[in-house]
């Protein structure tokens, strides 16, 4: 199974939208929200990534923001 790794944070509209499809089609992931791991920011800074959420995924381009079209790919 692909590793599946979800960036986001609080009171986020697209970031819950996104772990809500994933839930969804039953498909696994881990979630860093910045807000508790601020850590991640400088990383997500450091990719070219301005904003959340941001999907990561092995074999697979980075997602930012929601995008059921990509997220598609996922369910397969």
């Known amino acids: 199974m692909t590793n599946i ?3 986001t944070k609080n ?3 697209q970031c819950r939208m996104t772990k809500n499809y994933l839930k969804t ?3 696994p992931f881990t979630e860093h929200n910045i807000n508790d791991e601020p850590e991640y920011i400088a990383y997500l800074k450091g ?3 301005q904003a ?3 999907l990561e995924a092995d074999g697979m381009a980075p ?3 929601f995008r059921p079209d990509a997220l598609k790919q ?3």
């Open 5 to 7: 790794t979800v960036f």
């Open 11 to 13: 009171g986020c509209p």
């Open 25 to 27: 089609h039953n498909i």
């Open 47 to 49: 990719q070219g990534f």
């Open 52 to 54: 959340v959420p941001v």
């Open 63 to 65: 997602i930012a923001g």
């Open 74 to 76: 996922l369910a397969v």
